[in-house]
C-alpha cells in the first residue's frame, strides 16, 4: 500500500528539523564562540523538563541548533505563530502556544490549561522546554516575578522526569537583547542585520563568547516548590542571575 502525503511528510519531519538546527547552527558560530558544559546530561534516557533564562530573542534558537539531536517540545508564544513561516517551523517542533493574557478572556482560560498540557507531554515522555520568566531579561537579570507555571509543573512533576536549568551568558548586550532597546527586537529584521554583520565583518571581528551551562536541577526544585510561589521564583532568579 502507498503512503499517503501526509505519511510521507509526518516521517520526514526529524530531517527537517535537523536541517533547520543545522542551517541555524552554522551560521550562529560565524558570529558566536559558543562554550557549552553539561551537554553530557542529555545522553541519559530521561525524559527532560528543560529551564533555560532569557537573555535574548536568539537564545532559543541557539538551544535548538545545539540540541539538535534531542526532541524537544517548546512552549512559544502566540505571537509567533502568527507568522506563517515561523508557524511551519513552530508545527515540526511540536510546538505549544502560549496565549497572550492581556489580551482576551479566551487567553487566561487557554493560559489555565497550559500546566495540564505541559504535565502530559512529560507523562507522555516528550522533552519540553519553556522559559520560567517568559519574557527575555529587560536589564541583563532574570525576573520571574509572580509568573507560576514553573512552580506549578514542579509540584505537580510526574516521576521519572528530570529538570534540567539551563543558564545562557553573553547575550546581554548584544542586537538581539533588550540593551538599551524600547522594545523587544524583531527575529527576521534582526536576523537580516546579522546575517549582513557576518558577511561584512566575519574575518575582522571578534566573536561573542555565549556560554551555556547546563544542570540538572530535580531535586533542588521539587525541595524549593514545596514553599510558596514567590520564594521559589526568587530562589530560581538568584541561581539565573549569580555569576
Avoid at 574575518?203 to 510561589?229: A, C, G, H, N
Wanted: net charge positive.
Amino acid at each position: 500500500m502507498n503512503e499517503s502525503a501526509e505519511e510521507i511528510q509526518k516521517k520526514d519531519r526529524p530531517n527537517r528539523r535537523r536541517a533547520i538546527c543545522f542551517f541555524f547552527k552554522t551560521i550562529l558560530h560565524w558570529r558566536y564562540n559558543i562554550k557549552i558544559s553539561g551537554l553530557e546530561t542529555f545522553d541519559e534516557d530521561k525524559t527532560f523538563l528543560i529551564f533555560p533564562n532569557h537573555q535574548a530573542v536568539i537564545d532559543p534558537i541557539i538551544l535548538f541548533s545545539e540540541f539538535y539531536n534531542q526532541k524537544i517540545q517548546p512552549l512559544v508564544d502566540e505571537v509567533y505563530f502568527k507568522n506563517p513561516i515561523f508557524r511551519k517551523i513552530l508545527a515540526l517542533f511540536d510546538a505549544i502556544c502560549v496565549p497572550d493574557l492581556g489580551k482576551n478572556r479566551k487567553g487566561v482560560e487557554q493560559a489555565r490549561q497550559l500546566q495540564n498540557l505541559t504535565l502530559q507531554s512529560l507523562r507522555d515522555g516528550k522533552n519540553v522546554l519553556f522559559y520560567p520568566s517568559g519574557h527575555i531579561t529587560l536589564n541583563g537579570k532574570e525576573s520571574i516575578g509572580n509568573r507560576q507555571l514553573a512552580y506549578n509543573v514542579c509540584r505537580n512533576l510526574p516521576e521519572n522526569v528530570t529538570i534540567v536549568c539551563i543558564k545562557t551568558t553573553g547575550l546581554w548586550g548584544s542586537i538581539w537583547s533588550r540593551y538599551k532597546k524600547k522594545k523587544t527586537p524583531s527575529i527576521p529584521l534582526t536576523l537580516l542585520k546579522g546575517v549582513g554583520l557576518i558577511l561584512c565583518g566575519k574575518l575582522f571581528t571578534k566573536r561573542r563568547i555565549v556560554e551555556i551551562s547546563i544542570q540538572p536541577m530535580t531535586e533542588t526544585l521539587k525541595l524549593w516548590s514545596k514553599e510558596d510561589k514567590i520564594s521559589f521564583n526568587k530562589k530560581l532568579e538568584t541561581f539565573y542571575n549569580e555569576l
